[in-house]
């Protein structure tokens, strides 16, 4: 097994949440537009129903989008202006955290540790 730095490996999820979190944060998709449902992000995106409902959640999670069942999902807009951090964000990243700390115990890959300690230092 070899050690050592990976380097990143960008998923389809990864670039489809940030393809969608930055025209929503541009403003291209405004608050109250319409946002596509995870059928039609894995037909638009060529990519599973998983992958879609993944990019969802996430969105969802991050206070972006909006489900309302029976309806439809809705953009809700980038945090105001000032806002550091989206409450529920933040709470997810402190919970990594937490578990990376539990796990870090057992082992210590150099790069993983790293970007975890700046993600603590970003969360005060």
Do not use: C, N
Not at 62 to 80: A, D, K, N, Y
Not at 84 to 94: D, I
Not at 100 to 106: G, L, P, Q, S, T
């Amino acid at each position: 097994m070899v050690e050592g730095d990976v380097g990143s490996f960008d998923t389809r999820y990864e670039r489809l949440t940030g393809y969608y979190r930055d025209l929503i944060v541009r403003g291209q998709l405004k608050p109250g537009d319409r946002f596509p449902s995870a059928r039609e992000l894995s037909e638009k995106h060529g990519v599973g129903r998983t992958t879609s409902g993944r990019v969802h959640g996430t969105l969802i999670s991050v206070g972006l989008i909006e489900h309302r069942p029976g309806v439809g999902t809705f953009v809700l807009g980038p945090p105001p202006e000032g806002e550091r951090e989206v409450p529920v964000l933040a709470a997810a990243a402190r919970e990594v955290v937490d578990a990376f700390d539990a796990w870090r115990a057992r082992s210590k890959p150099q790069a993983l540790t790293d970007a975890v300690t700046r993600l603590r230092d970003a969360l005060g």
